[in-house]
């Protein structure tokens, strides 16, 4: 690495807007599984302890996927709408998995939604640190928003790991 000339600053990077394009779409389409499960799991699960830390969840994160599509029309990014809809359709679709019952939820339904919400949680961390890196070389994303966005995405993903060891409590253990 060279020594930039006294009184000279070092050129920046430039974002490829063409793969940023298509890395935020299909974070864009992520977002629409986890909103669409969430809000599924919020109306679901109505018992304590689980019904309120559901709705709140659903709800930040239903507020995360507009945050999404806000950054993205700042950045000139269109939404590539067949993506979302694909999410969308696939999301429903999961919701009829076999799950060893013909009529209605398994217990063990709850522990494995749980893990899928907390892994979607992660990649959209994941995705607002890849954003907060680009910050510097691009002007028009917000630092400040983008590391609470990152911590409020560690909170949810503490929400969704205590949630989870609960459920295994309730569903895989007996006595």
Do not use: C
């Amino acid at each position: 690495m060279t020594t930039p000339m006294p009184g000279t600053r070092p050129q920046l990077r430039k974002v490829r807007m063409d793969l940023l394009g298509i890395y935020l779409n299909d974070h864009l389409a992520g977002s629409t599984v986890g909103a669409g499960r969430s809000e599924f799991m919020a109306r679901s699960h109505r018992d304590p302890p689980y019904a309120e830390p559901l709705r709140h969840l659903a709800a930040e994160i239903a507020e995360d996927r507009e945050t999404l599509r806000r950054i993205m029309r700042s950045l000139g990014v269109p939404q590539r709408r067949y993506k979302v809809a694909a999410s969308g359709a696939a999301e429903r679709l999961g919701r009829l998995k076999s799950n060893g019952r013909l009529y209605r939820r398994s217990p063990l339904t709850l522990v494995v939604e749980l893990e899928f919400l907390r892994l979607g949680v992660k990649g959209k961390e994941l995705g607002w640190r890849t954003l907060r890196a680009l910050a510097e070389a691009d002007g028009r994303l917000d630092e400040q928003e983008l590391d609470g966005l990152m911590a409020r995405a560690e909170r949810q993903t503490s929400t969704l790991e205590e949630l989870r060891v609960t459920a295994i409590r309730d569903v895989l253990l007996t006595g």
